[in-house]
């Protein structure tokens, strides 16, 4: 019973998968996937599922019921009575919804099947470690959590065997002090490397929510490809509009300014950041800048360009740009960008028009492996 039961729910992981696949961009654009604050799952919406209804026959015979109506009529008294719900009637069945869920990794493995994502290469693996416990054995002492059921089993029932206590007809294995066997273990350090996200977004007037909703799904789905790649990630938060400031997850994706946009602010502050906490060396960092392409000046844009080549690029794995399209915005700075930067294999840049933008963004800014 227990092999079967492994065995569907085997089955059932892997349609919830399939399912996952085939919808994957359709979550993303629409932000069906994003797990709640701190957890290590997300809730999967699976198509609906057909509640077993009786059904009447086509064959014109007669049955075993009694009294008036005709077949089909519904069992009530008397003519039927008007509804006092609230809406009009329908004549469309309701939907019957299924949610299941899923790990965040398998959530990045999906998605770095689906995008044909390269494994990222960290750097500075040998700088870090974390202690690791593997167990290597079974021990004849050591603590009931951790006694082995199968080898304590087997041993009992060769000491029967051998004793000629064993009575096949009553298969009763009872073991004793001596049939006890347990895991052991031994703690290994494994070198591994921590990485830093820096998120940048213009909260000036001219980004408005949708354009803010399109940067946290994003965001989401890189923090979940990343996360499956590194044993720790620390993610920092810089909102700017002629100012920068660092802040919180909460008031980065809730906060709206009226100034005007000077990105050079922001830029400055994201390479003080990781002059003092991250050196390059050791961490893999990762600055992600989202706009709507308007900056104040040509002054200023030049000075945006001088501290990404000076300060920020050669300290990152990749510094990527997504520029989200807005009523009110302009959309020079990725040209600027692409200008300066063009061949440069570790500056990304992409443009995301609207919601469905989403998916072909993560691709570009993650396609790389680095």
């Known amino acids: 019973m227990g092999l079967r039961i492994d065995q569907d729910y085997g089955r059932f992981r892997e349609i919830v998968r399939g399912k996952i696949r085939e919808n994957l961009r359709k979550y993303i654009s629409r932000g069906e996937l994003m797990g709640k604050e701190g ?4 809730s999967v919406p699976l198509p609906r599922i057909e509640l077993p209804r009786f059904k009447f026959g086509d064959r014109q015979q007669g049955g075993v019921g009694q009294g008036d109506g005709e077949p089909g009529d519904p069992l009530s008294q008397g003519e039927p009575q008007e509804g006092d719900g609230q809406g009009e009637a329908g ?3 309701g939907e019957h919804a299924l949610e299941t869920e899923i790990s965040l990794a398998e959530l990045a493995e999906i998605l770095g099947e689906e995008l044909e994502l ?3 290469e960290p750097r500075g693996a040998h700088k870090l470690v974390t202690e690791n416990v593997r167990y290597t054995g079974i021990h004849r002492a050591g603590p009931e959590s951790l006694r082995s059921f199968k080898r304590t089993f087997k041993a009992a029932l060769k000491r029967q065997i051998a004793s000629v206590q064993y009575n096949p007809d009553n298969p009763v294995i009872v073991p004793v002090r001596d049939d006890k066997r347990y895991r052991s273990w031994k703690v290994q350090q494994l070198p591994y490397s921590n990485a830093v996200i820096i998120y940048m977004m213009d909260v000036s007037g001219s980004m408005g929510d ?3 909703e399109i940067v946290r799904i994003e965001s989401f789905w890189i923090d979940t490809w990343l996360r499956s790649q590194y044993k720790g990630l620390q993610s920092r938060y810089i909102i700017h509009d002629a100012v920068a400031r660092e802040v919180d997850k909460e008031t980065f994706f809730r906060t709206r300014e009226s100034g005007g946009t000077m990105i050079s602010s922001a830029y400055r502050l994201c390479a003080d950041i990781i002059e003092k906490d991250y050196p390059p060396s050791d961490w893999n960092i ?3 800048h989202f706009s709507d392409g308007d900056n104040w000046s040509v002054d200023d844009t030049a000075t ?3 501290i990404l080549r000076e300060r920020v690029i050669p300290a990152c794995n990749q510094f990527s740009y997504g ?3 807005s009523p009110y915005g302009s959309g020079q700075f990725i040209k600027d960008l692409r200008n300066q930067f063009h061949g440069d294999e570790k500056v990304a840049c992409s443009e995301i028009p609207d919601r469905d933008g989403i998916y072909p963004s993560i691709k570009e800014f993650l396609k790389a492996g680095r």
């Open 286 to 288: 990762y600055p992600f």
């Open 304 to 306: 945006c360009m001088g």
């Open 39 to 42: 957890g290590e799952t997300v």
């Open 210 to 212: 949708e354009q803010k």
């Open 118 to 120: 390269p494994r990222i």
């Open 323 to 325: 520029q989200v399209e």
């Open 91 to 93: 004549q469309d069945e």
